[in-house]
């Protein structure tokens, strides 16, 4: 069997398990980070923050978490059900690298719109 280049082989569980788990640790922790200047600012009740707040809620917080459920969701499928291939009416085929990707956008862009018709 030839190398096929530079990385983690996908057949390996283990390491598939690994990088899953944290990627569903570090996402919530890079938000945290992330957020700690805008959630002291807020503690402070600093009035251009919260005027912000209260106009651009869905932006702020809405927009920043549906990222984050769409790219957990796709790990959690890609662990699950291992690789994600997907088709579009037998014309379009997405497999290897554009599945999730491609999975993704389709998660954003639905949680997306539906912080914008519900807000």
Not at 32 to 53: D, E, K
Not at 75 to 102: Q, T
């Amino acid at each position: 069997m030839a190398p096929t280049g530079i990385g983690v082989s996908s057949s390996n569980p283990v390491i598939r398990q690994v990088v899953t788990w944290l990627c569903l640790v570090a996402g919530p922790v890079l938000v945290g980070v992330s957020y700690f200047p805008i959630i002291r600012a807020a503690l402070q009740q600093q009035p251009w923050l919260l005027a912000t707040f209260k106009e651009h809620y869905a932006a702020i917080f809405g927009l920043p978490s549906a990222a984050l459920l769409s790219f957990i969701l796709v790990i959690v499928f890609e662990a699950r059900f291992d690789n994600i291939e997907m088709e579009i009416f037998n014309v379009v085929k997405f497999r290897g690298a554009s599945g999730p990707i491609i999975l993704w956008v389709l998660c954003f862009l639905s949680i997306a719109s539906a912080i914008k018709l519900l807000w």
